[in-house]
């Protein structure tokens, strides 16, 4: 048996992985990352980790973000109403909520599937430039559809925002994901979803944190800006807003 050997089974699995987290914590660092501490415990509820099992092939939503997601559903568990997903794109994200609901809703998916949108003004970057073109992120609506196949609760409203709104006028909502990248859409989704969220409701923005979608965060800013509700943001780069009544 060779040193290198030895010295490996004297050290516990614990202490190797003590040691793989400093090191990797490290590169993380250098490079503007961030490692989760082998203690945390958000990645190994049951609720989670069955949805990662199902969703394992599929992009989309990073699993921080998903949690998130599970987490905010759960606490609404008394809140009556449906939930509304805007930017499905393979259906990832709505997977992990639908597996961490505590109760029986509807979920309104909807999507174009065809990508973005046209970026405007209020897209652009500091720099002055957008960060996406029209078409992007584009899906086929078939493999969102078999992604979420298996759930009889679901919806989709295939189209652009706001025109597939008016499919669900008459309807009240515990949650609204908004996930749709740029202003006018976001925008158009807060205008529609505000008045028919139920109090103490909640209504997420996937996107408020990131410096590729200024647009989302400068919606939810200017929408927010004169109404009684705060917007906490996360560091995974969402945020979340509870409706006040």
Known sequence: MKLRDVARALISKKSRGVAWYKVSQKKADKYG????????????QPFFRKALQRVKDISGIPDPRAFVLQSCLRSIERIDGDVAECGVRQGR????????????RHYHLFDSFAGLSEPTAEDRKRNGRTSWKSGDLSTDESVARENTSGFGNTTFHVGWIPDTFSDVSDR???????????????????????????????IICDDYGSALCPGARKAFDQFFEDRPEGIIELPTGQAIVVKAS
Not at 35 to 42: D, L, Q
């Open 33 to 44: 990352f961030y490692v989760y501490s082998s203690h945390m415990v958000w990645k190994d």
């Open 93 to 104: 994200s709505t997977i992990f909520m639908l597996m961490s609901d505590l109760r029986p």
């Open 172 to 202: 009240r909502f515990a949650l609204v994901h908004i996930d749709v990248d740029l202003y006018e859409p976001t925008r158009d989704a807060l205008a529609f979803f505000y008045d028919r969220v139920a109090a103490h409701g909640m």
